[in-house]
């Protein structure tokens, strides 16, 4: 029972030094993990190294994995480019088990994993982001080498316990049936702990220990490949179909893959002596050919499979159709899968509030010609204004409830204050949707009652819907990759629509004065004029938040 404790520990401590040291690495990777997958994904063969950059980045196939079918969700990655990431994750997870097998059996651990852990620990202490960062790094790393102390403590050795491992060995009985058995093995285990890096140490422990032989490990490595996709099919649960379809193809190919490498599996373990030559009682040889094999067979499954790419594209899209009907499911480019990666589900979310400026971008657009035309109907446009409007209001509900439910998740100050800063951001954003649906219906009021606006009203109009135009695309770009921008800038673009709103209401008065236009028409401009001033408050808003978050 004590056996059985000390290992289900030193799990739980080698799975938090895991998380704590990838959510650490994704916060040094920052958005950069997107402009990889921006940059890298125009053909397959990037894509595969691009997936492979990231993963070993991130120490995590499961964060990537995640990454890659959020994007798809939310149309930013084709279902080809996806392909190429979920390929070069398979090889990059595989980087877990070589640090595993080098430095976790052969190395006292306690000697550099409590020495990382204290050095670590003063870092957090520092005000420095990077420092902190750097921190969690360490103490991850260390936390997930003791806990490998303390789960090859509990796996006791086999010379002195035979009787724990008699039933162990009636399993080894069935010849090549035992592998397909232990195949099934390393797939619930991965399953059960959600993470193909932990199977795996679980994997070279027990060869280590040597409870089973190399090629039963690697049936059991075989399995864990399966097992991971798991985490994908989670994540795309009320997904669109594109996101189902990078799951599914995620699912198949590593099915396929081990379908293709089991019969060749003696073969494949045989090579792997002639690579990692010694006696298989070392520990570290015998490690590091799992390893290897783990790789080697990752490798050869990308490389084979590359070639086939696009029937088993055709074969997925055919088990996924897409119906015309479903046009409304591009809304939910928020994944819940995301909320285990605490980083990579805050850079998601700034993502979604760049969308949303994004449409209150086209609506505007859309609103400077309108309101540049006003002899015109313009319905259409009218029409696709309203229903972009609508698109916000979801938008917005969506990010506050996937705002809300990772608040819930009791992350880091960090990750909190960024929620904090956002949900007050898609209240801003909402209400720029909600003074350009204002504007339209001013817009509207005016060429149903045929009123007419001089020259000069018309060309304070357009000096304003410029002003206010680029403080929207400032802002679209203020949330998105390129930076965070200029703060002047910012304040200049607000300056600037205060000195218009003001010059036009003096103006105004007037040309009231003056009898050159009516009250009724007076009121529609100034109101076109003060729902523009707004927009741009919102926009001014959004940006200082960015700038200045909340603490």
Not at 38 to 43: C, H, I, R, V
Not at 287 to 302: D, E, G, K, L
Not at 442 to 463: G, I, M, N, V
Request: net charge neutral; hydrophobic share 45%; glycine share 8%.
């Amino acid at each position: 029972m004590s056996s059985f404790l000390t290992i289900l520990g030193g799990l739980g401590i080698f799975l938090f030094g895991l998380r704590i040291m990838s959510a650490g690495l994704q916060k040094m990777a920052g958005n950069r993990l997107r402009a990889i997958l921006a940059s890298f994904t125009k053909n397959r063969v990037t894509g595969i190294f691009s997936g492979f950059l990231i993963t070993c980045a991130v120490q995590s196939s499961s964060a990537t994995t995640v990454l890659v079918v959020s994007f798809a969700n939310a149309g930013l990655l084709t279902l080809t480019q996806s392909m190429g990431l979920v390929m070069g994750a398979n090889i990059g997870t595989t980087l877990t088990a070589w640090l595993v097998a080098l430095l976790g059996f052969k190395i006292k651990i306690s000697a550099f994993a409590l020495p990382i852990i204290g050095i670590g620990f003063p870092l957090s202490l520092i005000a420095s982001r990077r420092a902190r960062q750097i921190s969690e790094v360490m103490i991850g790393f260390g936390l997930l080498f003791l806990g490998l102390k303390f789960l090859k403590d509990g796996i006791p050795d086999i010379k002195s316990n035979p009787e724990a491992f008699e039933f162990l060995q009636s399993m080894t009985q069935f010849g090549f049936g035992s592998v397909l058995l232990f195949v099934l093995a390393g797939l619930i285990i991965t399953v059960i702990v959600q993470s193909s890096s932990a199977s795996t140490a679980i994997v070279l422990t027990m060869v280590a220990q040597e409870w089973i032989e190399i090629d039963l490990a690697a049936a059991m490595a075989l399995g864990a490949n399966i097992g991971t996709t798991v985490t994908a099919q989670l994540a795309v649960i009320g997904a669109n179909k594109n996101a189902k379809r990078v799951a599914h193809f995620h699912t198949l190919f590593n099915v396929l893959g081990v379908l293709m490498i089991l019969p060749f599996i003696y073969r494949l373990l045989d090579a792997m002596e002639l690579i990692i030559p010694g006696s298989d009682n070392n520990t570290l040889v015998i490690t590091s050919r799992v390893a290897a094999f783990h790789t080697t067979f990752n490798v050869i499954v990308t490389v084979v499979l590359y070639f086939f790419v696009n029937r088993l594209e055709k074969l997925v899209m055919w088990m996924i159709p897409i119906d015309e009907a479903d046009d409304g499911a591009h809304l939910k480019f928020l994944q819940t899968g995301l909320l285990g990666t605490p980083e990579l589900a805050t850079i998601e979310a700034r993502r979604a509030l760049q969308n949303m400026v994004g449409v209150c971008n086209h609506m505007f657009t859309n609103l400077k010609q309108v309101i540049g035309n006003p002899d015109e109907k313009l319905g259409s446009i009218v029409d696709d204004i309203k229903r972009e409007e609508q698109k916000t209001d979801d938008m917005e509900e969506e990010i506050i409830a996937f705002c809300s439910q990772l608040a819930r998740e009791g992350n880091s100050t960090e990750v909190g204050e960024k929620v904090a800063t956002y949900l007050e951001i898609a209240n801003d954003v909402e209400r720029i949707g909600d003074h350009c649906m204002n504007l339209v219906l001013l817009a509207e009021r005016r060429w149903e009652k045929k009123f007419r606006f001089s020259d000069s009203t018309q060309k304070q109009l357009r000096e304003m819907m410029d002003s206010v135009g680029a403080f929207l695309v400032a802002t679209e770009k203020t949330l998105g990759n390129d930076g965070e921008g200029s703060l002047a800038e910012v304040k200049l673009l607000e300056s600037k629509i205060n000195k218009i709103r003001n010059q036009s209401r003096k103006s105004h008065a007037k040309r009231m004065q003056d009898g050159d236009v009516t009250v009724r028409e007076g009121l529609i401009f100034l109101d076109m004029m003060t729902n523009m001033e707004k927009i741009g408050d919102y926009c001014y808003n959004v940006c200082s938040a960015l700038h200045h978050p909340q603490s």
